[in-house]
């Protein structure tokens, strides 16, 4: 049984930081295609960034190059999302997938249920 935990979310001030993690138990490929998503209440669900956990890969929206940093940690086995320089439209619902491609979410699988954010 595959599951996504993200935890991290929370309220920040405009300017502010945040970091994302994904837990994924139960999956056994051993390299695969993960990414952050978020959405807004009324808004579509758009990709934030996404990686290849073999290595490189990685894509951002270009809403958040250069504030946002996609990246795995090995050692935890959690995918995360570093949130710099957070502004009020960053704010929505984030969630985790895996076992897809790129930023379309229609392509991804396996989803989290997701981590709060909001920027004030």
């Known amino acids: 049984h595959v599951q996504l935990v993200e935890s991290g979310g929370g309220s920040v001030q405009a300017g502010g930081s945040l970091r994302l993690s994904c837990a994924a138990t139960?999956?056994?490929?051993?390299?695969?295609?993960a990414a952050w998503f978020r959405q807004s209440p009324g808004k579509q669900r758009e990709g934030v960034a996404s990686m290849f956990t073999s290595g490189g890969g990685t894509m951002y929206a270009d809403s958040v190059k250069g504030r946002f940093i996609i990246s795995q940690d090995r050692a935890k086995s959690t995918l995360d999302l570093q949130m710099n320089s957070l502004k009020h439209e960053d704010s929505a619902m984030y969630y985790c997938a895996i076992d897809g491609w790129g930023l379309g979410p229609e392509t991804y699988k396996i989803w989290g249920q997701g981590t709060q954010v909001t920027v004030s």
């Open positions: 139960g999956y056994s490929d051993n390299s695969y295609c």
